[in-house]
């Protein structure tokens, strides 16, 4: 199979951009030690699963675009999971006088 | 789109390399600062993607919702809670990084893999294009009324519990005798909940 240059983005460049962005989200997300850079972490993940609903909407669902209409209730969803997450995390900063995830632990056994 | 191709390649290819580089920096830098501002591009990116992908309105809200409020906010929270501490290391970190990065791969190539043998119905019908947002709004107002309604529930309940929960508990005056309290004499004297050495 010869290799060439298309002249049109396919859906799989998204996809593959969309699956970078969330394993970088998940990496990030399992070994920040600092709490800011977890909720940054959950916006990437959610941002690549924006990306793929876009592409979607854009290449298989043309006419009823409801990719589209999903994406933007997972913005809205994402804007209220930053602000409660944050409160959260000056709450526990408060409390703890540290952001430091390791020693979240009090719940651990 | 009106755009040609050539051009509509090379500003996706422009833009997914900000966005590669942009996430591994958030999740990479030392800094958390930078991690911030950086975050701030890769929103910026996505939104670029939304308009090579027809979809004005959506990119428009991004900008305003992820620029504007989302990073905002975490640079509010990264000044509010801004403390030099020296991490205290822990045993088996790189052992642990290795792990997760090799679970992480394997996701990656687990979503290729979909991505790239799954036999999408392409090409599909034709892009609304510009009439992208008179359609959102249609299905907004008709078929996703319900969700649009309990959205808005959403924001609200959380707005309350954001206010409820990083709110200061702090009284202007006081109580019994109705004098104006020492607002320094307050904060000095807050005591952490839980203690450092309380039992685990």
Not at chain 2, 104 to 112: H, M, V
Not at chain 2, 162 to 181: F, K, M
Request: glycine share 8%; hydrophobic share 55%.
């Amino acid at each position: 199979m010869e290799f060439t240059i298309p002249t049109t983005i396919p859906l799989q460049a998204y996809l593959a951009l969309a699956a970078v962005l969330f394993c970088t989200g998940v990496w990030g997300l399992i070994n920040s030690r600092n709490a800011v850079r977890v909720l940054m972490s959950i916006e990437l993940m959610l941002n690549a699963v924006n990306i793929n609903l876009m592409a979607f909407s854009n290449y298989l669902d043309g006419q009823l675009i409801r990719g589209q209409v999903f994406a933007i209730f997972v913005i809205t969803v994402a804007a209220a999971e930053a602000a409660v997450g944050l409160a959260i995390l000056l709450s526990l900063y408060r409390n703890r006088e540290t952001v430091d995830m390791e020693r979240f632990n009090l719940l651990r056994w | 789109m009106t755009i040609s191709s050539i051009t509509q390649l090379i500003c996706f290819v422009a833009l997914s390399a900000t966005l590669v580089l942009g996430a591994l920096g958030v999740v990479l830098l030392p800094n958390i600062v930078y991690s911030a501002f950086l975050l701030g591009g890769v929103f910026l990116s996505v939104a670029g993607l939304y308009l090579l992908l027809n979809a004005s309105f959506v990119a428009a809200a991004q900008v305003l919702v992820y620029v504007g409020a989302v990073n905002v906010l975490i640079l509010f929270a990264i000044m509010l809670v801004n403390k030099k501490e020296n991490l205290a290391a822990i045993p088996g970190l790189g052992l642990r990084r290795l792990l997760s990065g090799a679970v992480c791969g394997g996701l990656f190539l687990l979503l290729i893999r979909v991505a790239f043998t799954t036999p999408w119905p392409l090409p599909g019908p034709e892009p609304v294009g510009e009439e992208a947002t008179i359609r959102i709004g249609e299905h907004l107002f008709s078929d996703y009324l319900l969700p649009f309604e309990l959205a808005s529930v959403l924001l609200l309940m959380s707005m309350i519990g954001a206010i409820v929960l990083a709110r200061r508990d702090v009284l202007s005056s006081d109580v019994i005798t109705g004098e104006a309290v020492d607002q320094g004499l307050i904060e000095k004297e807050r005591t952490p909940l839980l203690l450092e050495n309380s039992p685990r």
